[in-house]
């Protein structure tokens, strides 16, 4: 386990990545009744962009460094709106304090990190949090007993692994399977990274054969995927995603490739309802 978030938090494929889970989430709140999020893949939850770790690969300048001036009409001010919140521009927040700052007090985040000083800088973070939960344990693992949820019939789990192992594409379909069977009307949202193409369309492709209904990949290509040895690009599979969110995705991929200077942004329904 040598990945350490730090050194990205704040590139360009983290804000696709939080800017779309924000608008996820923003659906759960239309409806007074709890929902649960899940997040397998936690990392420390917040980032300073002056650490040692931000200034040595910078990368958070080609990213969140370029996107302050959004006006409150933007389809990114709902989550540049929780950046700020959570201590931007120097601090920038990851998915568990996004979903954090999202909850009611009748809704619930349960958050896993494998690394135990990440671990530790998570659980610290929340503390004072009555309806956020810190496992130190695998998130794959942590499906079967963790879901179905206890507290809420909504929920949405979401998977972002580090991509440091071969085989992980393998492993999500068969966690989505996994969260098909114990909680059917859980919505999934995964990320992956884009350095060349063959393996995201094998990855999509996977995911029709596996006859999973209703997944949507918004893509965010920074420049075209032809260096497989670099972060070309980002993606997020949404299964089960809310009405209206494909269209809130589009909005929201488009403002991005302007302010990120991106080479290309789609959002496709890889298989139908
Ligand atoms: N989701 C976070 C965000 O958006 O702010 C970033 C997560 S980072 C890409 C992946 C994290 O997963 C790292 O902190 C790493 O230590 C952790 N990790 C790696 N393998 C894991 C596993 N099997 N189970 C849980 N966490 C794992």
Known sequence: MNYRHAFHA?????????????????????????????????????YDMTSEEAG?????????????????????APWLELVKKAGGPRYYPGSPLLASLMLRPQDE?????????DKRKLYGLFTRTPNVFVHERDGYEA????????????????????????????????????????????MIAI???IKHRTPVRAFHTALQDAGVPDVLAAELLIRK??????????????IKPPYGFAEQASAQLARLK???H????????????
């Open 10 to 46: 704040g590139n360009f494929a983290d804000c696709m990545k939080h800017a779309l889970l924000v608008s996820l989430l923003g659906h759960f709140l239309r409806k007074p009744s709890p929902f649960m999020v899940l997040d397998t893949h936690a990392g420390i939850g917040r």
């Open 225 to 238: 995927p032809v260096d497989p040895d670099r972060l070309n690009g980002a993606g997020l599979v949404v």
């Open 191 to 193: 990320w992956y990274p």
């Open 262 to 273: 991106a080479e290309d942004v789609t959002v496709t329904q890889i298989t139908a309802e």
């Open 56 to 76: 040595k690969t910078q990368e958070w300048k080609e990213g969140i460094g370029l996107l302050a001036e959004e006006g409150p009409d933007s389809p990114l």
């Open 109 to 117: 985040l349960i958050c896993c990190e494998k690394h135990p000083d």
């Open 143 to 186: 499906l079967r007993a963790l879901l179905p949820p206890k507290t809420a019939k909504r929920g949405l789990v979401l998977i972002d692994p580090p991509f440091e192992e071969p085989g992980e594409f393998a492993r999500l379909l068969e966690a989505v399977q996994t969260i098909r069977t114990r909680f059917p009307t859980g």
């Open 258 to 260: 302007t302010l990120l």
